[in-house]
């Protein structure tokens, strides 16, 4: 892994200090290629708490608020025995160019204590891209869309991918990857928050040579909401790609120069088609795709008066967007049944969509509950498909006032849909359930089962904000993020290390190991440490003499042997990385 040095971008402090009030428009740059985007930050000086900025965008432009609250800053200085103070408020905004042209963006226009502002007029220039000739493997950055069919039905979901291809960096016989995927994230428009996947190819150039690139792949779904052109717009890319690297003090590799290498991936397009009107089923209320339909009642015995559930599930894909069937336009139900008209609400049950609907008999005796029909629209096949259950015999007891009316004949334990029920004479006749099953009524037991739900809402409380504060001390405290992660950096770079052919090599890159572990434990700066001073190092922590001293007298032999190869054995190696896991651990332990 290549440590990259930070970027600070727009600094605020000289602009602070050179403009004491008003309001400045500054872009990460001025020239850039369609598709691709860049930070811009409107910066307001000393004019109060501003409101959210307004602008005319030209056509080929596209601007984006990035935080609707801008961010504050604060800044006392004493010059010449005058005392100064500078407050200043920060927009970040995403512009993104579509088209080649040159452009005027602004003036931007803010409102602060009753008073507008505005900053003056940028130019942006979009040239046209770099042509992308020859093979894949004469490029160090790639990228391209893929979809995986080329149309689709409305309310179906397209699958598309970016591929994303890196050229690993050459150091020393070495290849090493830049794993900055997560840095061109904010390149990758809609896919964004795509699910990414990594894996290693070579590539052959156009001169037969192979090449080790990381290739990236995210995948998104996307739901062809209306009919037409479903556009999926092209992604820019660029990166920093190392031309050369250096081995820093702590023997990590450093970018020590670069140069910009761009990317584009042209955008896609999925023809959405509407289903036809032909031959269309009157019950046909939008479902497209495959499908299967069962319908259940339950109870099969009830009692005059009291409901039964009618149970529909559909099961095939797309689920989350279908509507159950029209149970008001099947009018053979309706002429036996009473029931609520409203659309019915299903609710997805694994791989299936489940629709629930209290009917209600409006006669005694054996009843049929009519075949339920549903329509759908078969992607595949292009032809509406009807669905329809075969019916299912009821039996309907006359029910006497005042005595239970009903009790499951499957269950002894009433089920969700099926409770005890009475009937009340006179009047209008509710849903009672006797008192005796009321929870207030009941004497509550403390089982495990109700142990755990009366504790696991406490513990996840807290292992919540446990790890909430963990991950907010790794972001705000650096020191403590490299000591978090310093094992599992060093056992990384111990494996690396490993890797390498030569056993002088390998002897030094298991010493930059350690030192890194060192530096990362006391959060030193980059630099590297002669072994007398990791020695006072170590013992102004407290780490252990005899440790110390077999540290320290590892870290010389190693000196020793870059003078000196011939005294380095074939088993040096192997051995060395295993007593540098242990201290590494040793350490560790003693500076908890």
Same mark, same amino acid.
């Given at each position: 892994?290549?440590?990259?040095?930070?970027?600070?971008?727009?600094?605020?402090?000289?602009?602070?200090?050179?403009?004491?009030?008003?309001?400045?428009?500054?872009?990460?740059?001025?020239?850039?290629?369609?598709?691709?985007?860049?930070?811009?930050?409107?910066?307001?000086?000393?004019?109060?708490?501003?409101?959210?900025?307004?602008?005319?965008?030209?056509?080929?432009?596209?601007?984006?608020?990035?935080?609707?609250?801008?961010?504050?800053?604060?800044?006392?200085?004493?010059?010449?025995?005058?005392?100064?103070?500078?407050?200043?408020?920060?927009?970040?905004?995403?512009?993104?160019?579509?088209?080649?042209?040159?452009?005027?963006?602004?003036?931007?226009?803010?409102?602060?204590?009753?008073?507008?502002?505005?900053?003056?007029?940028?130019?942006?220039?979009?040239?046209?891209?770099?042509?992308?000739?020859?093979?894949?493997?004469?490029?160090?950055?790639?990228?391209?869309?893929? *979809?995986?069919?080329?149309?689709?039905?409305?309310?179906?979901?397209?699958?598309?991918?970016?591929?994303?291809?890196?050229?690993?960096?050459?150091?020393?016989?070495?290849?090493?990857?830049?794993?900055?995927?997560?840095?061109?994230?904010?390149?990758?428009?809609?896919?964004?928050?795509?699910?990414?996947?990594?894996?290693?190819?070579?590539?052959?150039?156009?001169?037969?040579?192979?090449?080790?690139?990381?290739?990236?792949?995210?995948?998104?779904?996307?739901?062809?909401?209306?009919?037409?052109?479903?556009?999926?717009?092209?992604?820019?890319?660029?990166?920093?790609?190392?031309?050369?690297?250096?081995?820093?003090?702590?023997?990590?590799?450093?970018?020590?120069?670069?140069?910009?290498?761009?990317?584009?991936?042209?955008?896609?397009?999925?023809?959405?088609?509407?289903?036809?009107?032909?031959?269309?089923?009157?019950?046909?209320?939008?479902?497209?795709?495959?499908?299967?339909?069962? *319908?259940?009642?339950?109870?099969?015995?009830?009692?005059?008066?009291?409901?039964?559930?009618?149970?529909?599930?559909?099961?095939?894909?797309?689920?989350?967007?279908?509507?159950?069937?029209?149970?008001?336009?099947?009018?053979?139900?309706?002429?036996?049944?009473?029931?609520?008209?409203?659309?019915?609400?299903?609710?997805?049950?694994?791989?299936?969509?489940?629709?629930?609907?209290?009917?209600?008999?409006?006669?005694?005796?054996?009843?049929?509950?009519?075949?339920?029909?549903?329509?759908?629209?078969?992607?595949?096949?292009?032809?509406?498909?009807?669905?329809?259950?075969?019916?299912?015999?009821?039996?309907?007891?006359?029910?006497?006032?005042?005595?239970?009316?009903?009790?499951?004949?499957?269950?002894?334990?009433?089920?969700?849909?099926? *409770?005890?029920?009475?009937?009340?004479?006179?009047?209008?006749?509710?849903?009672?359930?006797?008192?005796?099953?009321?929870?207030?009524?009941?004497?509550?037991?403390?089982?495990?089962?109700?142990?755990?739900?009366?504790?696991?809402?406490?513990?996840?409380?807290?292992?919540?904000?446990?790890?909430?504060?963990?991950?907010?001390?790794? *972001?705000?405290?650096?020191?403590?993020?490299?000591?978090?992660?310093?094992?599992?950096?060093?056992?990384?770079?111990?494996?690396?290390?490993?890797?390498?052919?030569?056993?002088?090599?390998?002897?030094?890159?298991?010493?930059?190991?350690?030192?890194?572990?060192?530096?990362?434990?006391?959060?030193?700066?980059?630099?590297?440490?002669?072994?007398?001073?990791?020695?006072?190092?170590?013992?102004?922590?407290?780490?252990?003499?005899?440790?110390?001293?077999?540290?320290?007298?590892?870290?010389?032999?190693?000196?020793?042997?870059?003078?000196?190869?011939?005294?380095?054995?074939?088993?040096?190696?192997?051995?060395?990385?295993?007593?540098?896991?242990?201290?590494?651990?040793?350490?560790?332990?003693?500076?908890?």
């Amino acid at each position: 892994m290549i440590v990259k040095p930070a970027i600070i971008f727009l600094g605020l402090t000289a602009a602070a200090l050179g403009q004491q009030s008003g309001v400045e428009l500054r872009l990460e740059s001025r020239i850039i290629e369609p598709g691709e985007s860049v930070n811009v930050q409107l910066i307001c000086n000393n004019i109060g708490t501003p409101s959210i900025p307004e602008a005319d965008v030209p056509p080929g432009l596209q601007l984006k608020l990035v935080n609707s609250s801008p961010s504050y800053s604060s800044r006392t200085s004493i010059i010449n025995g005058r005392r100064s103070s500078i407050e200043t408020h920060t927009f970040s905004l995403r512009l993104t160019a579509t088209k080649e042209g040159t452009y005027t963006l602004g003036p931007m226009f803010v409102t602060a204590g009753g008073a507008s502002h505005q900053s003056d007029s940028v130019t942006i220039v979009v040239r046209k891209s770099k042509q992308q000739t020859g093979q894949r493997g004469d490029r160090t950055l790639y990228a391209y869309i893929e *979809v995986e069919q080329d149309s689709c039905y409305v309310s179906q979901r397209v699958k598309a991918a970016l591929v994303i291809g890196i050229r690993k960096v050459s150091h020393n016989r070495r290849m090493y990857s830049l794993n900055n995927l997560n840095e061109m994230r904010q390149q990758t428009g809609i896919f964004i928050d795509g699910n990414a996947t990594k894996k290693e190819v070579n590539l052959r150039d156009s001169g037969n040579r192979k090449n080790p690139y990381d290739v990236y792949r995210i995948e998104k779904s996307i739901l062809a909401e209306t009919p037409g052109e479903l556009t999926i717009d092209p992604v820019f890319l660029k990166i920093n790609f190392p031309t050369r690297l250096r081995q820093g003090f702590f023997g990590r590799l450093e970018v020590a120069g670069s140069r910009r290498e761009t990317a584009r991936a042209e955008g896609a397009s999925v023809t959405v088609k509407a289903p036809p009107i032909n031959s269309r089923p009157s019950d046909f209320n939008g479902a497209i795709g495959r499908y299967a339909m069962s *319908v259940d009642v339950k109870p099969k015995r009830i009692q005059q008066g009291q409901p039964a559930t009618l149970i529909i599930s559909v099961r095939g894909a797309p689920l989350d967007s279908i509507a159950g069937p029209d149970l008001s336009a099947q009018a053979e139900l309706a002429s036996r049944f009473d029931f609520a008209k409203d659309e019915l609400v299903g609710d997805i049950e694994g791989r299936a969509k489940v629709f629930r609907r209290a009917i209600f008999p409006k006669q005694a005796g054996e009843q049929t509950i009519p075949p339920i029909s549903w329509s759908f629209f078969n992607s595949t096949t292009e032809k509406y498909v009807t669905l329809q259950n075969d019916p299912i015999d009821i039996s309907v007891d006359a029910a006497a006032p005042g005595t239970t009316a009903f009790r499951s004949a499957e269950s002894t334990t009433p089920d969700k849909d099926s *409770v005890d029920l009475k009937v009340l004479a006179g009047g209008i006749s509710p849903n009672y359930i006797d008192a005796g099953q009321a929870l207030a009524n009941q004497s509550p037991g403390w089982t495990t089962a109700s142990a755990v739900w009366i504790l696991a809402p406490p513990i996840l409380w807290l292992v919540s904000t446990l790890a909430l504060r963990h991950r907010a001390r790794l *972001v705000a405290d650096g020191g403590y993020a490299r000591r978090h992660k310093a094992i599992r950096t060093a056992d990384n770079e111990l494996k690396l290390a490993m890797q390498d052919g030569e056993p002088i090599d390998q002897m030094q890159n298991v010493a930059a190991a350690l030192r890194g572990f060192v530096a990362d434990q006391l959060n030193l700066p980059p630099g590297a440490k002669t072994p007398a001073e990791v020695k006072t190092l170590l013992n102004e922590q407290g780490v252990n003499g005899t440790l110390t001293d077999e540290i320290v007298e590892f870290l010389e032999r190693c000196e020793a042997i870059r003078y000196a190869p011939d005294s380095l054995d074939a088993a040096s190696p192997s051995e060395s990385a295993s007593n540098v896991r242990e201290w590494i651990r040793q350490i560790e332990r003693a500076l908890r």
